[in-house]
């Protein structure tokens, strides 16, 4: 069983709206059961932009019931019944922020028919609920009224059960209300994660970017990520679709790929500070560092010549290490030279490495 339904709301602060309309169709697969169409009056201001776009004003609102006059209605007419909505999120996060004001912890699975869309009417250009209704030749009435808008999603989501043959795409695409497709995922992420040094790269669905981490141990280090209760986190978590990570052996080389990836990807739910850099030389002008690498018989080399950093590289023969035209062979050359410099000074401030060895360019080591 299902509940289409559309809000309208005042705009606004995020989770300070308040609904002034809302409809519901409850629809068990074949045809509409039952319906609740109302206007509401939300006991705040509407966004002027808002007004502009449905329609509704404070004075049309005066004398319509307040959310806590029809609460009970909405939890009757949507009792075991997925909320199905365009843009899903959206709608039932109003409806929860909402009932949070009651001091009630309202819960439905929910489908997305902007998701579903995307995944069974391929190559459209808009996935908009009046664009696609037009490229499917859906009619619509009342666009950016609740009414209007809940019955052009009943019309498409008609549609997409019919598209759904076999029956899978709808079902793996519920988000459950005690998340456990997400749980799952998260769970299938970690299991594939190393507890060792590095980097973790956390991506969206469609491949992006939007967090880069750091730790002695990477499996440790998603899981407390995962676990965080803070906004940011928060949302990390919802979006995250994959984890890619690399492992550094050392954590000379996790700081300076972390800062100089951090630079160069800047991904999205990224803190990026302004660091102050130094351009201070060296103990010696050609230098190269070189710490514990990946595995027991590996090693991870800097490569440091005139006193910029020219890159780094991982050996497991000390003749890739004694003779410098091999060396420079397989560096991994660093772009942010400066950037890299400040880092390492900075680390080894504090911090020893294996082995520095010094050389002069003109020799062989």
């Known amino acids: 069983m299902y509940a289409i339904l559309d809000i309208e709301t005042t705009g606004g602060k995020f989770n300070e709206e308040g609904i002034t309309e809302i409809a519901i169709y409850k629809f068990d697969g074949h045809t509409v059961i039952d319906q609740f169409i109302t206007l509401v009056n939300p006991e705040r201001e509407i966004q002027e932009f808002v007004v ?25 007419i949507t009792t075991d019944c997925i909320v199905v909505a365009h843009n899903a999120a959206f709608d039932y996060r109003i409806l929860r922020t909402e009932y949070n004001r009651l001091g009630y912890k309202y819960e439905r699975n929910t ?8 995944k069974l009417i391929l190559d459209q250009p808009s996935y908009s ?6 490229g499917l030749g859906i009619p619509t009435t009342d666009r950016h009224r609740a009414n209007g808008d809940a019955i052009a999603t009943v019309q498409l989501f008609k549609l997409l059960l019919e598209k759904d043959i076999q029956k899978d795409i709808i079902k793996n695409t519920i988000k459950y209300s005690d998340n456990r497709h ?3 995922k998260i769970v299938k992420i970690l299991d594939s994660l190393p507890e060792k040094e590095g980097l973790f790269y956390i991506h969206n669905e469609v491949g992006n970017v939007i967090f880069l981490g750091r730790g002695k141990n ?3 280090e998603v899981n407390k990520l995962f676990l965080k209760d803070s906004r940011k986190a928060q949302i990390i978590n919802s979006k995250v679709n994959s984890v890619s990570f690399e492992e550094t052996g050392n954590q000379l080389l996790t700081k300076l790929k972390y800062y100089i990836e951090l ?6 739910y990224n803190t990026i500070r302004k660091r102050k850099m130094t351009d201070r030389d ?3 002008d050609h230098l190269i560092l070189i710490d514990k690498g990946r595995i027991p018989e590996e090693h991870a080399v800097i490569l440091i010549e005139n006193n910029e950093v020219v890159g780094y590289a991982y050996t497991n023969l000390s003749y890739q290490e004694n003779e410098l035209h091999v060396l420079k ?7 942010n030279k400066l950037l890299a410099k400040t880092i390492i000074k900075n680390y080894l401030l504090s911090n020893t490495v294996q082995r520095i060895v010094r050389f002069q360019v003109e020799n062989n080591l």
């Open 218 to 220: 990477i499996k440790k």
């Open 111 to 118: 489908l997305c028919t902007v998701t579903l869309s995307k």
């Open 282 to 284: 060296f103990s010696h």
């Open 129 to 134: 609920l009046g664009k696609l209704c037009r």
């Open 52 to 76: 502009k776009l449905t329609g509704i004003n404070s004075n049309m609102l005066k004398n319509a019931p307040k959310f806590h006059e029809i609460a009970k209605r909405i939890i009757e």
């Open 263 to 268: 630079e160069s990807l800047r991904p999205k």
């Open 329 to 335: 062979n397989i560096i991994t050359p660093i772009e």
């Open 182 to 184: 997400h749980k799952r």
